[in-house]
């Protein structure tokens, strides 16, 4: 642990909590798979690990980041000013490249298949690429869940060009225009790539949310996995 990020945490403990005693504190950078910082509290010892992506990231940066995590630790109200400083700093062009490729190196995709039970996940994507698409997407990795995920029903991995469709979809009670419009959803993610504006990510543009009102049973299918 580096005196300078020490002394950061430590003075940004200070300003937080001017009276409390002062806990044990270890900081160091770890070798995440994406820009991951995280902060535990031990028998009365702070554990904080930061994505060793941002070695070398200037000081305003780094005491964002232990303000940011401190004031989660304590309940405290996190400043807009360190909020928008840490955000704009991950989202530039020079650390998305950064996580994009140790993604793929790092990271760990376990691709199951897209032949399930009751639904082929590369014919859907064929069948909907023929119809909205003029057959111009290149398909990537269509694969099931490895679980019966209810909390993300589907999304597009760009890291490692895989859309990941949850295992609960491949049932006889699923209508398969469901099914569809969850992978027509991530086929337009593979179209329209996550903007930046300013140091705010765009996951849905305009553009994005006008041809999603394509599909032609986007109501069926929202009222459906609504019921869910």
């Known amino acids: 642990m580096s005196e300078k990020l020490f002394s950061i945490f430590h003075d940004t403990y200070r300003d937080l909590r001017p009276r409390a005693p002062m806990p044990e504190l270890a900081v160091e950078f770890f070798a995440f798979a994406n820009v991951n910082n995280t902060i535990r509290l031990r028998e009365g010892r702070l554990l904080v690990r930061l994505s060793d992506i941002l070695e070398g990231a200037p000081d305003a ?36 490249h950064k996580v994009h490729l140790l993604r793929q190196l790092r990271g760990r995709k376990r691709i199951q298949s897209p032949r399930g039970k009751v639904y082929d996940l590369d014919e859907i994507f064929e069948n909907l690429n023929q119809r909205f698409f003029f057959g111009l997407l290149a398909r990537p990795q ?57 140091s705010r990510r765009c996951v849905h543009s305009a553009e994005f949310q006008q041809e999603e009102k394509v599909f032609p049973q986007l109501e069926e299918a929202k009222l459906f996995l609504k019921g869910l």
Request: hydrophobic share 40%; no cysteine.
């Open 142 to 198: 269509m694969t099931w869940s490895r679980d019966h995920a209810r909390n993300s029903l589907g999304h597009y991995d760009p890291a490692h060009n895989a859309i990941v469709i949850s295992r609960i979809f491949d049932h006889p009670r699923v209508p398969r225009y469901a099914v569809e419009y969850i992978v027509y959803h991530e086929m337009l993610h593979l179209k329209h790539p996550v903007k930046l504006r300013g």
């Open 61 to 96: 940066v780094l005491r964002a980041i232990a303000h940011i995590l401190l004031a989660k630790m304590y309940r405290k109200p996190i400043e807009r000013l360190h909020a928008t400083r840490y955000r704009r700093y991950v989202s530039s062009h020079g650390i998305t």
